[in-house]
């Protein structure tokens, strides 16, 4: 009810946002998502080769939709990625960076994995799309789908993405938690529990059966950390699902609703075998870095490395002015003072550590530096007509990324393309999709300043067999199956995580402005960019002066000018609105009555995100008001 209010207050008009709350009329069916996480694409195609999995053969790769390249998110790991299937946002525009984030105002760590953290994440979802949609302005725009079933039955469980789920198991402590009470002997026994929630959920009066479920399935994860990526352990988790799925189809046959069960059956993200240990962090020390220490009083660091056990992390860093803004330009960190008070190149520093493939460094919101030892590269991402347009340059030596496929070389001209057309020219590549989820992964200021990727062998903190969190393939690339009322018995190529969402939204029925999410239908084939956006995305781009914007345009002067102008609406709405987006989070801020737009504690941390895409979206306002007058 609360957040009804708010959002009333906030909009006024926006009924939609209001009836979006309510329970609005869905159609007859339910979905239930199935995560098995951290299982390998290749070792499930194993399984299925081996006639281990019958019935998800039968269920899905002879009765349904199969993905041969699904992308997971950078960062590959758990948070992010679930957060994603159920907001249809990159880990970049939610506010859900990794595992951990640190906190840029307060100054502490936020760690999903913790009992104190867990709760937290659903908190810090941000909306960094409805935040720019000129016709909502608003960070808590979330509308996970759970949210939009409010009223109805729905279930996350051993999920710690949940926000707006009717029930949630477990209520309070981590899912990692339960690994502590003793379930951790036995890696079976996990999904096991998880299955005997499920029967008895699913057993029930018809109207108390979940609309809705996303469910956390860790025995391959477990597994695979513990025996690697493609071990027979994984398998035999796999095989203990496909016998629960058996059963659990039976049981929809009984409740009778077989023929009305969206099943979608996914990893969140892959995996692949590691065992050395790169001690990151010991390593800036020696380095005489001013690492923050565990030890809470020790105020005197600038450097804040992430702390979680997988193969990528991110790292905060200050600023001149002693806060913990995000970083403005990636050249600030090329004179980095050391405790010593002498400087030093710290992307340089930490490149040439002996472990570090890819380090990737903010410079400004939407501009990321990508650096392998002496390779530089640069990819700018810019928002035009709610889409993202990215361009990859590389800057010195050769490709970092090392993009070998057709397709993305030729995306390679320092032109801006569309998120959709990198994510069909670089799925296959080994660093997959890199240009969109590393182009978008600074946009909302949560992230760290910068993020390091290990060479494959190497793991963060502890020594695992397997584990994921990079942007290699084998982290990347995930099963996703799909079967229900109406899904076409085929077999596909390219989607991301975030295209679920679309899907999910289409089967209930639900009506949400497409500017508010980053996926796509993935049953819809992509048809290339649109000519004229792109040319637009060039020239906004390129283009400071008259005579470069009308060099560019060539004789789609007109065509162009109609689109421009359209988007100048639209960018000089969205100002308006922020203005009073940011005047309402000031009044919660100063005056204890007046409408709460923002949960108390992220007053601060709103008002810092809405300010920087104020400043951005006047930047972006007066550069089409020049392009519109040019042409
Ligand atoms: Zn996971």
Same mark, same amino acid.
């Given at each position: 009810m609360l957040r009804i209010l708010r959002t009333f207050l906030l909009l006024g008009i926006a009924l939609t946002a209001v009836t979006a709350q309510a329970k609005t009329k869905i159609n007859d069916v339910y979905v239930i998502h199935l995560i098995l996480d951290g299982t390998n694409y290749n070792t499930m195609q194993r399984a299925i080769r081996m006639g281990k999995l019958p019935t998800v053969k039968a269920t899905f790769i002879d009765g349904g939709a199969v993905f041969t390249n699904a992308i997971s998110t950078f960062p590959s790991t758990s948070t992010s990625a679930y957060q994603s299937f159920i907001t249809g946002l990159l880990p970049g525009h939610s506010g859900i960076p990794h595992l951990q984030r640190f906190d840029r105002q307060n100054e502490e760590f936020i760690d999903y994995l913790s009992v104190k953290g867990y709760l937290k994440l659903n908190d810090d979802f941000i909306n960094l799309n409805a935040v720019q949609n000129p016709n909502v302005a608003n960070l808590d725009a979330t509308d996970t789908i759970f949210e939009l079933l409010n009223g109805y039955p729905t279930l996350a469980l051993y999920t710690t993405a949940r926000r707006g789920a009717a029930e949630s198991v477990p209520k309070r402590i981590p899912v990692r938690g339960l690994w502590a009470a003793g379930v951790s002997k036995d890696f079976l026994r996990i999904d096991q529990l998880a299955y005997d929630k499920l029967f008895k959920k699913y057993g029930r009066k018809l109207e108390d059966i979940p609309r809705y479920s996303l469910v956390g399935l860790y025995s391959s994860d477990d597994a695979g950390h513990h025996n690697g990526a493609h071990s027979d352990a994984v398998i035999t988790a796999l095989q203990q699902f496909d016998y629960f799925l058996k059963d659990f189809l039976e049981l929809l046959e009984k409740q009778g609703i077989r023929d009305k069960t969206y099943i979608i059956v996914s990893a969140d993200h892959g995996m692949h075998d590691t065992g050395k240990l790169f001690r990151f962090r010991e390593a800036l020390i020696e380095k005489n870095v001013a690492v923050k220490s565990r030890?809470?009083?020790?105020? !005197?660091?600038?450097v804040v490395p992430a702390d979680r056990g997988i193969s990528s992390t991110h790292v905060y860093t200050r600023r001149p002015d002693g806060t913990f803004a995000p970083l403005p330009r990636a050249y600030e960190l090329t004179r980095f003072p050391l405790k010593d008070s002498t400087s030093v190149n710290l992307t340089n520093l930490i490149a040439n550590l002996g472990p570090t493939e890819l380090v990737i460094v903010r410079d400004g919101d939407d501009a990321t530096m990508v650096y392998n030892h002496d390779n530089t590269s640069r990819i700018e991402c810019i928002l035009l007509n709610a889409e993202q347009w990215c361009s990859y340059e590389v800057l010195?030596?050769? !490709?970092?990324?090392k993009f070998t496929g057709k397709k993305a070389r030729r995306l390679m001209d320092g032109k801006p393309h569309s998120s959709q057309q990198w994510k069909h020219a670089t799925a296959e590549e080994h660093y997959t999709d890199a240009i969109v989820q590393l182009g978008t992964i600074?946009?909302?200021?949560?992230?760290?300043?910068l993020f390091i990727v290990p060479q494959d062998a190497w793991g963060l903190r502890v020594i695992k067999a397997a584990t994921h969190g990079s942007l290699i393939r084998d982290d990347m690339h995930i099963p996703m199956l799909i079967a229900g009322p109406?899904?076409?018995?085929k077999s596909f190529d390219v989607m991301r995580t975030v295209d679920i969402y679309p899907l999910v939204l289409e089967w209930f029925g639900f009506d949400i402005p497409v500017a508010n999410y980053d996926g796509v239908n993935p049953f819809e084939k992509f048809k290339g960019d649109n000519k004229l956006w792109q040319k637009l995305a060039t020239i906004e781009q390129k283009c400071s002066d008259k005579r470069c914007v009308r060099r560019h345009a060539g004789y789609r002067r007109s065509e162009l000018r109609k689109i421009a102008t359209m988007e100048l609406r639209d960018r000089r709405l969205l100002s308006a609105k922020l203005r009073e987006y940011i005047a309402g989070l000031e009044a919660q801020k100063a005056y204890k009555h007046a409408p709460q737009i923002a949960l108390p504690d992220y007053v601060d941390d709103h008002l810092a995100i809405a300010r920087m895409i104020e400043n951005k979206t006047d930047v972006r306002r007066e550069k089409m008001e020049v392009i519109v007058d040019s042409l």
């Open positions: 030890d809470p009083r020790w105020k !005197d660091y600038n010195s030596g050769n !490709d970092p990324l600074f946009q909302d200021g949560r992230a760290g300043d109406g899904v076409p018995r």
